[in-house]
């Protein structure tokens, strides 16, 4: 079974940098691209940024770049949100979610449960 | 960049409703759009991917159309299980935009 659990969460003042991670297991890691995407409560989803299955590629929303990246581990089957600069509007829910199929641009087919960032 | 815009907002209906949502891009996307249903607390569910496939062990009672620029989501027959927020998603541009989404409640 494809799961993906992500951990790292919790509550930190602007300015500060906080480093999510997302667990992953049941897939081939290197076949497919995993994605995070973050939901303001009682908002909509917001894609944040991504790493390619074979990582070398890494995509991030404008309004992060230059403070959040992507990254792995293929050795603990991890992906990372490293965040920085944080501000109180990057406050929310952030879900790791796997892209469905082997090519760049595809929907997500399996998330995580989510973990919460409250910046405050 | 591309904007996604879901309508309504909100929608009521019975069991057993035929109802239908909206997504509209602001330029064509061709049909690299999907739709995902998520309830209160938990992370969102793939249902259709490139406009009108259905992802595996979604129920046939959910279908999509749709190509370019305007697309629609219909359940055939509401059922209790289906209460809950659509969101429709440009997966294939970069900024991958998800639309406000559609809340779905029970009349």
């Known amino acids: 079974e494809v799961q993906l659990l992500e951990s790292g969460g919790g509550l930190v003042q602007p300015g500060e940098s906080l480093r999510l991670s997302c667990a992953a297991s049941?897939?081939?890691?290197?076949?497919?691209?995993v994605h995070w995407v973050r939901q303001t409560p009682g908002q909509g989803l917001e894609w944040v940024s991504g790493?390619?299955?074979?990582?070398?590629?890494?995509f991030s929303a404008d309004f992060v770049k230059g403070r959040f990246t992507t990254s792995r581990d293929t050795s603990k089957n991890i992906f990372y949100l490293h965040m920085s600069s944080l501000r109180v509007e990057d406050t929310a829910i952030y879900f790791c979610?796997?892209?469905?199929?082997?090519?760049?641009?595809?929907?997500?087919?399996?998330w995580g449960q989510g973990t919460l960032v409250i910046v405050s | 960049d591309i904007q996604v815009t879901q309508y309504p907002s909100t929608l009521s209906g019975y069991v057993g409703d035929r109802v239908t949502m909206s997504c509209r891009a602001s330029?064509?996307?061709?049909?690299?759009l999907a739709w995902y249903q998520q309830k209160p607390g938990k992370a969102p569910k793939l249902l259709i991917y490139?406009?009108?496939k259905l992802e595996d062990g979604v129920p046939s009672r959910f279908s999509g159309s749709g190509s370019g620029t305007e697309f629609t989501l219909t359940i055939s027959s509401l059922q209790p299980d289906d209460f809950a927020t659509y969101h429709c998603?440009?997966?294939?541009?970069?900024?991958?935009?998800f639309g406000q989404g559609t809340r779905v409640e029970i009349k």
């Open positions: 979610a796997k892209m469905r199929g082997l090519v760049i641009n595809d929907p997500f087919d399996v």
């Open positions: 049941g897939f081939i890691f290197g076949n497919h691209a």
């Open positions: 790493i390619s299955g074979s990582g070398r590629n890494t």
């Open positions: 330029e064509s996307i061709s049909r690299m």
């Open positions: 490139e406009a009108s």
């Open positions: 998603q440009d997966y294939g541009s970069y900024s991958r935009k």
